[in-house]
Each structure stands twice: as structure tokens, then as C-alpha cells.
């Protein structure tokens, strides 16, 4: 990816969860773990992909017919589209007459997207608020990512960003030199587990976490808690501990959902946590307590 543009699925504004203030979230395509209970499966790869909505399609299969990589191929009675043959030239989407498919990625340059977070300058200023960098992973674009930073920093905004953390140190570190607040997702304490549930270990992981905290970055781990992944007793009390480990007092709980199940679908990609129920926060009441009499400030 050059500095100066990327691939981008996503520009939502007006948010008020992904760090502090009223926020403008960006988010990037690209992530090099592969979660099992990913909520995004449309954000792993650093292209654009096409989704299928069974719902809308009349079953004409004029995609299969005009895409002239042949990547549009019916299996089982349903449409995939193989993302290694695929252009994204976007002539099945824009000829497709139910709106069955539908794009995920588009490349933008840095003003593009700057123009887009800078419409809302006045709440940032209000608030507290600014720009944040998610995904995916921001990581998986460094370049682009430093470049939105930069640009960001010179209009006084506010920086956030949502990040795995896996990434080499110096890249990872020229990356959040102008990044204000870093929401830090910590899977694992265990890198074999980890790695069975995400596809990396967590040694990079938290050894960038732990570089964070000692740049005396604003750093907030937070843990998706995953049924029969970490979600047991020791799971809390060995992910407390790697906080303080690394230099952190406080984290963030976020449950388990299933808000991204119809994507897997749309996709024609297997999702592992299909029919798991979903986690509350009156579910994790014990789970939480754990972190607070390992002394970390655990809240959802």
C-alpha cells in the first residue's frame, strides 16, 4: 500500500465507543489474525471482496455471466466469489438487478478521507472527540494508517485507534507515535491457546503492549470475552496478571456477540461460533470480579 492512500471498508461517524468524545471511526482492511469469532470477516483481507445476500438475489445469475475473471461461480446453489481472482472491478455488483451483492473495500487516498472526518470538526472540540483508526487492523496498512495520523495531528484532532498489536516493534511504533489513546485488544495469556484461536501467538502482542504503556501512551486493554476460549476463571486471573505485567491497572470487558454471524454467510465462509449464545454483562459479573481482586479495574 502506498502512504498516500488505502483500502478502506468503512467510515462511520458520530460514535461514541470507540474512545472518548463524539468520533469519527476509519476503518482500514486487513488484519493478519484470523479470530474464530471475528465480527468483521469482511475486514481480513487487504482487497475488496464482494458479499452475496441470499435474501435479495432473484436468481438470475447474470454475475456469472459478465464477470470477466470468471471469479463468480455458483456452489450448492449459492453464489461465491473467489477473492483471488477478483478485481473489484465492481461490474457484478453495479449490474446485479436485486442489489444481491454488495462491495466491501474501496481504495481512498488521505484527503478523501480527511475531508470525511474533518466534516465534524465542531463535536470533536465539544466532546473531546477525533479520529479513530480500526478494522481490521490498522497495522496491516502502516503506511497509510502514519499518513492519516500525521494529517489528522496537523488539524489539532484527537487520535485513537483499535489494534491486535501484531506487528513488528518498529512498525508498530512509528504507527502510534501520533496516536493520543490506543484501545489495546488482549486475547490470550496463553500463546498456544491463543494461536489455536486467533492463528498468531501473543508473544509480539504483548511485548508491543508493554512498549505502549512504557511510551506513556494513554493504553486501554481490552479482552472480547469468548465462550470456551477465555472465558474461565484461571483465563481472568492469568489476564490480569499479563496486564499488570505489562504495565496497565484498568481493562475493558467486552462480551461475546454474534452481531457479525450473517457476514460469514454473505461471504460463504464457515463461522466456528454459529448458534453459541451470546455473553451479557450480567453473565460476567463473576468473571470481572476476578480481574478487580487481582487489583485491575475491570468494567465493560
Same mark, same amino acid.
Given at each position: 500500500?502506498?502512504?498516500?492512500?488505502?483500502?478502506?471498508? $468503512?467510515?462511520?461517524?458520530?460514535?461514541?465507543?470507540? %474512545?472518548?468524545?463524539?468520533?469519527?471511526?476509519?476503518?482500514?482492511?486487513?488484519?493478519?489474525?484470523?479470530?474464530?469469532?471475528?465480527?468483521?470477516?469482511?475486514?481480513?483481507?487487504?482487497?475488496?471482496?464482494?458479499?452475496? !445476500?441470499?435474501?435479495?438475489?432473484?436468481?438470475?445469475?447474470?454475475?456469472?455471466?459478465?464477470?470477466?475473471?470468471?471469479?463468480?461461480?455458483?456452489?450448492? %446453489?449459492?453464489? =461465491?466469489?473467489?477473492? =483471488?481472482?477478483?478485481?473489484?472491478?465492481?461490474?457484478?455488483?453495479?449490474?446485479?438487478?436485486?442489489?444481491?451483492?454488495?462491495?466491501?473495500?474501496?481504495?481512498?487516498?488521505?484527503?478523501?478521507?480527511? !475531508?470525511?472526518?474533518?466534516? !465534524?470538526?465542531?463535536?470533536?472540540?465539544?466532546? %473531546?472527540? %477525533?479520529?479513530?483508526?480500526?478494522?481490521?487492523?490498522?497495522?496491516?496498512?502502516?503506511?497509510?494508517?502514519? =499518513?492519516?495520523?500525521?494529517?489528522?495531528?496537523?488539524?489539532?484532532?484527537?487520535?485513537?485507534?483499535?489494534?491486535?498489536?501484531?506487528?513488528?516493534?518498529?512498525?508498530?511504533? =512509528?504507527?502510534?507515535? $501520533?496516536?493520543?489513546?490506543?484501545?489495546?485488544?488482549?486475547?490470550?495469556?496463553?500463546?498456544?491457546?491463543?494461536?489455536?484461536?486467533?492463528?498468531?501467538? $501473543?508473544?509480539?502482542?504483548?511485548?508491543?503492549?508493554?512498549?505502549?504503556?512504557?511510551?506513556?501512551? @494513554?493504553?486501554?486493554?481490552?479482552?472480547?470475552?469468548?465462550?470456551?476460549?477465555?472465558?474461565?476463571?484461571? @483465563?481472568?486471573?492469568?489476564?490480569?496478571?499479563?496486564?499488570?505485567?505489562?504495565?496497565?491497572?484498568?481493562?475493558?470487558?467486552?462480551?461475546?456477540?454474534?452481531?457479525?454471524?450473517?457476514?460469514? @454467510?454473505?461471504?460463504?465462509?464457515?463461522?466456528?461460533?454459529? $448458534?453459541?449464545?451470546?455473553?451479557?454483562?450480567?453473565?460476567?459479573?463473576?468473571?470481572?470480579?476476578?480481574?478487580? !481482586?487481582?487489583?485491575?479495574?475491570?468494567?465493560?
Amino acid at each position: 500500500m502506498a502512504k498516500d492512500r488505502g483500502i478502506v471498508f $468503512n467510515i462511520q461517524k458520530f460514535s461514541v465507543n470507540d %474512545g472518548p468524545g463524539i468520533r469519527t471511526v476509519v476503518f482500514l482492511k486487513g488484519c493478519p489474525l484470523r479470530c474464530r469469532w471475528c465480527a468483521n470477516p469482511e475486514s481480513q483481507l487487504v482487497q475488496a471482496e464482494i458479499l452475496w !445476500d441470499e435474501k435479495k438475489c432473484i436468481g438470475c445469475h447474470h454475475c456469472l455471466n459478465i464477470c470477466p475473471q470468471k471469479a463468480v461461480v455458483l456452489k450448492d %446453489g449459492k453464489i =461465491s466469489v473467489n477473492p =483471488s481472482k477478483c478485481t473489484g472491478c465492481g461490474k457484478c455488483f453495479r449490474e446485479c438487478p436485486g442489489k444481491a451483492l454488495k462491495n466491501e473495500g474501496e481504495m481512498k487516498t488521505v484527503k478523501e478521507v480527511m !475531508d470525511v472526518v474533518m466534516q !465534524d470538526l465542531p463535536f470533536y472540540e465539544e466532546s %473531546g472527540g %477525533g479520529i479513530t483508526l480500526s478494522g481490521g487492523e490498522m497495522l496491516a496498512q502502516p503506511e497509510f494508517a502514519r =499518513s492519516l495520523l500525521l494529517e489528522a495531528k496537523k488539524h489539532g484532532l484527537h487520535t485513537c485507534c483499535e489494534t491486535t498489536g501484531f506487528a513488528k516493534q518498529e512498525i508498530f511504533a =512509528s504507527v502510534i507515535e $501520533n496516536i493520543d489513546t490506543i484501545l489495546f485488544d488482549v486475547k490470550h495469556w496463553n500463546s498456544i491457546i491463543h494461536r489455536e484461536g486467533t492463528a498468531v501467538g $501473543n508473544e509480539l502482542i504483548l511485548s508491543n503492549l508493554k512498549y505502549a504503556f512504557e511510551q506513556g501512551k @494513554d493504553v486501554l486493554p481490552r479482552i472480547p470475552v469468548i465462550p470456551g476460549f477465555n472465558d474461565f476463571p484461571e @483465563d481472568a486471573a492469568n489476564l490480569a496478571r499479563v496486564i499488570k505485567e505489562t504495565g496497565g491497572t484498568r481493562c475493558q470487558l467486552l462480551p461475546f456477540h454474534q452481531f457479525g454471524e450473517n457476514k460469514y @454467510d454473505q461471504l460463504g465462509r464457515e463461522y466456528a461460533y454459529r $448458534n453459541v449464545n451470546a455473553y451479557h454483562r450480567e453473565d460476567l459479573e463473576e468473571y470481572r470480579q476476578t480481574f478487580i !481482586d487481582h487489583g485491575i479495574d475491570a468494567f465493560f
